[in-house]
């Protein structure tokens, strides 16, 4: 037809060249074990060029899988180009895996080459004779003075630099796999989930609107999520796209760096996960965050409590984002809308305690788990949430997990939830932690952030128990504040009139620390192994 626009392939090469063009002279700042390191764009992508030219010296298949197991960085972010933009498939590996997570990873995935931080190389090097597919173990010196074996596998990030050549970047079919990342294995072997070039950039374009997380060239922006889980929520490849300034965290994520990064750099939009913010939360008096605008979190469904806490403290609330490795990550964002903004200061911290309207371009149901069928948006009818769209997975590396899909295409999640006449999307918990109690369900999501109302109360987790007159009943793990005198007849009182009477546990464990996953969420894997014995 006449006048027909010409097909556009959309890779991962535009948004190289788009900042390598644009915003050469823009700052990536990278926290590491031995200082502040700075670099620009136009280095950045020099170097990132360069590199493409040693995957090619190293002889990496055309299509071969490139593992990083690495921090946050520039030199990460480095790898993230390099690897797509020569037609090679990023390859995160989870550096908190089990070690046997780990080699099924990298054995399945069948990856080539191994990008190591040399701080990191203890974890990996134990494994490399049980990965015959790893040709080259890559070290990147973080500054971290720790033993490099003497083998002819272990090369040198740097010296492979200096000696490659430049290379130019180019792919021609946006349906190609751009990277992978495998879910963290909660039930069973971690699961691959392929990205293509087409649902990576489309998944940056959506990062950019103003009602998801409006990321923009003027940010600075601190991914504390790690660069393996899920590309660092899409930051990594969108802050690009825009020309946003990074500042990259680095091995320490303590509450007291990623505050004085925070500060220090004048971070605009920081990420990460509610056990990074309630960690960060004591260290923010006496600071100056005037140059914070937004905080995404997002890995677990975000206490009321703490969102508040933010707001009355530096005037900045959460912005809650929901989504997981197989949706890129991002299926909903929760704002206000313009027609609600009138609501009362309570009203408007539920709207934001909420996951969010589904992002532009994802579509999300509300599947009765018997029937399949949807159910209505009324903010009272539960199923499990469902999602599609062009950056939702449709399958997995290898066709693993085929019932994890729906037979109109649709992934399951296993999150129970409910969505609201307004389209707020509102978790009630994963489907195997809810607790069934005389036939009726028990939210432990709900439950956990009633408990955490509580001021004296750090992390709450609950687990169902054996009960012989109601099946199962409700067990809170309670972690308390440093200092804090609680008992079990305190917080039931705290809980009477919050929830429903028959929710609220007879039976309390006051324990150190709530055990988390490779990616920060609370283990309810663990404390349901540690407290099998107990029934009431």
């Known amino acids: 037809m006449q006048g027909q626009m010409q097909s556009y392939p959309l890779t991962l090469v535009h948004p190289f060249e788009r900042a390598e063009r644009l915003f050469a002279d823009k700052p990536i700042v990278s926290a590491t074990p031995t200082g502040i390191q700075r670099t620009t764009y136009g280095q950045w992508a020099e170097r990132t060029r360069r590199l493409g030219g040693v995957l090619d010296a190293l002889g990496i298949s055309a ?34 895996l089990f070690p046997e997570q780990l080699q099924y990873v990298a054995d399945h995935a069948q990856d080539e ?90 998944h940056c374009m959506s990062s950019m609107f103003a009602d998801t997380l409006a990321v923009s060239e003027a940010d600075v922006i601190l991914p504390v999520v790690p660069m393996f889980h899920a590309n660092a929520w899409g930051l990594a490849q969108a802050g690009v796209l825009a020309g946003s300034t990074f500042v990259m965290p680095g091995p320490d994520l ?16 920081a990420a990460g996960v509610p056990t990074i913010w309630m960690g960060v939360l004591d260290e923010l008096d006496g600071r100056d965050f005037s140059s914070l605008t937004r905080i995404l979190c997002g890995g677990s469904a975000v206490p009321k409590s703490l969102s508040e806490a933010y707001r009355e403290k530096i005037g900045v609330p959460m912005t809650q984002g929901w989504g997981m490795t197989e949706t890129s990550p991002l299926g909903s964002v929760s704002y206000i809308r313009s027609g609600l903004r009138d609501r009362s200061e309570d009203e408007l911290a539920n709207l934001r305690a909420l996951q969010g309207v589904p992002s532009p371009l994802v579509e999300i149901r509300i599947a009765d788990p018997e029937t399949e069928q949807a159910q209505p948006w009324d903010g009272e009818s539960r199923g499990e949430v469902q999602c599609a769209g062009p950056w939702i997975a449709a399958g997995y590396y290898g066709g693993a997990g085929g019932e994890q899909f729906t037979d109109d295409g649709w992934l399951r999640t296993g999150d129970v939830g409910v969505i609201t006449p307004e389209g707020y999307l509102k978790l009630v918990d994963r489907t195997k932690d809810l607790v069934k109690s005389g036939g009726e369900w028990i939210s ?25 007159k109601w099946g199962e009943r409700p ?11 609680l008992d079990a007849d305190e917080l039931r009182g705290f809980l009477d009139g919050r929830v429903a009477k028959w ?34």
């Open 475 to 485: 067990l809170a793990c309670v972690v308390p504040e440093q200092g804090a005198e």
């Open 113 to 202: 080459v191994v990008f190591a931080d040399r701080s990191l190389l203890k974890l990996l090097w134990p494994l490399i004779d049980d990965l015959p597919s790893v040709k080259h173990v890559v070290v990147m010196d973080d500054g971290v003075e720790d033993e490099i074996p003497d083998d002819d596998r272990i090369r040198d990030y740097e010296a492979l630099l200096a000696d490659a050549e430049a290379v130019e970047f180019h792919v021609s079919d946006e349906d190609s796999a751009a990277a992978m990342c495998y879910t963290s294995g909660t039930t069973g072997n971690p699961k691959g989930v392929v990205y293509s070039h087409r649902s990576s950039v489309l």
């Open 63 to 96: 299509d071969g899988r490139v593992g990083t197991f690495a921090w946050n960085s520039a030199r990460h972010l480095e790898l993230y180009f390099a690897a797509p933009c020569t037609g090679r498939v990023l390859h995160t590996l989870n550096i908190r």
């Open 444 to 468: 432990s999501v709900e439950l956990e952030n009633e408990i955490m109302a509580h001021p004296q109360v750090k992390e709450a987790a609950v687990i169902g128990i054996r009960d012989e």
């Open 254 to 269: 303590s509450p007291k760096a990623v505050a004085g990064l925070m500060e220090s750099e004048r971070v605009t939009f």
């Open 503 to 536: 929710w609220i546990p007879e039976s309390f464990e006051f324990i150190d620390e709530v055990p988390k996953t490779s990616v920060g969420k609370f283990s309810k894997k663990t404390l349901r192994e540690r407290f099998a014995e107990i029934a009431t």
